[in-house]
């Protein structure tokens, strides 16, 4: 393994627009998040299937489906271009900053940045709001850099693009677990709904329907919201 890279001094965060030369470290954050969550049994992706699913040809409108962001490090200021979602300065003067992964990070973007977390996000619809809103799929930041701000800096900046797109909400899901994550985003106002329980097909248990035409559909409805 390589040595440690250690940040010091002024360091420069930019949350971007992803592309497809960031799959490869997409690919790798999603597995370090897989671990973290202690779910590396349902770990499936590939490089393949998210080039195919997140960068199609052609690619629709930022926020307009699924959106990747990325968040990059450079040791010199970032000019901001039609890709940067957020940004923020760093002073790691004090607490100079050993990323023992960096060499295995470097952005695709060159200028000696280092990729260092993502977001994925896509749009969904709240009939109670008749607005449309915002489902944040995922959000990480691989150890060396957390504690540092930055899980505030990218949820932040991905509300309010959808508030200044007129999305009517911003949701996503945390394991009940991780009381370190609740404290942190009641914080920042979100309200956790402790009623809700998520609800999924998946695998065999979703390939049954295949062709279904909602013929299984005999039975009583359960009724209630379905969001």
Not at 56 to 65: D, E, H
Not at 76 to 81: Q, Y
Not at 111 to 124: D, K, Q
Not at 138 to 144: G, Y
């Amino acid at each position: 393994m390589a040595a440690p890279t250690t940040f010091s001094g002024e360091v420069w965060a930019e949350l971007r627009l992803a592309d497809a030369r960031d799959v490869p470290h997409i690919h790798s954050l999603i597995h370090q998040m897989a671990e973290f969550e202690l779910l590396t049994d349902l770990f499936a992706a590939t490089h393949e299937l998210l080039a195919s699913t997140l960068f199609p040809t052609p690619q629709p409108a930022p926020f307009a489906s699924f959106t990747a962001l990325i968040l990059d490090f450079s040791p010199s200021p970032v000019p901001s271009s039609a890709d940067t979602v957020g940004s923020r300065r760093l002073d790691l003067s004090a607490s100079p900053l050993a990323d023992p992964e960096a060499a295995a990070f470097p952005s695709p973007r060159g200028g000696g940045r280092v990729t260092a977390g993502f977001v994925i996000c896509f749009p969904n619809y709240s009939t109670f709001l008749a607005k449309p809103g915002l489902y944040v799929e995922d959000i990480f930041v691989r150890a060396p850099w957390r504690r540092r701000g930055l899980g505030r800096m990218m949820l932040s900046a991905v509300a309010g693009r959808a508030a200044e797109i007129g999305m009517g909400r911003v949701e996503w899901c945390v394991l009940d677990w991780n009381q370190n994550a609740i404290d942190f985003y009641e914080g920042m106002g979100a309200e956790v709904f402790k009623q809700w329980r998520i609800c999924r097909l998946t695998g065999a248990a979703l390939d049954k329907y295949k062709g279904a035409g909602g013929s299984q559909g005999e039975e009583e409805d359960a009724g209630g919201k379905a969001e």
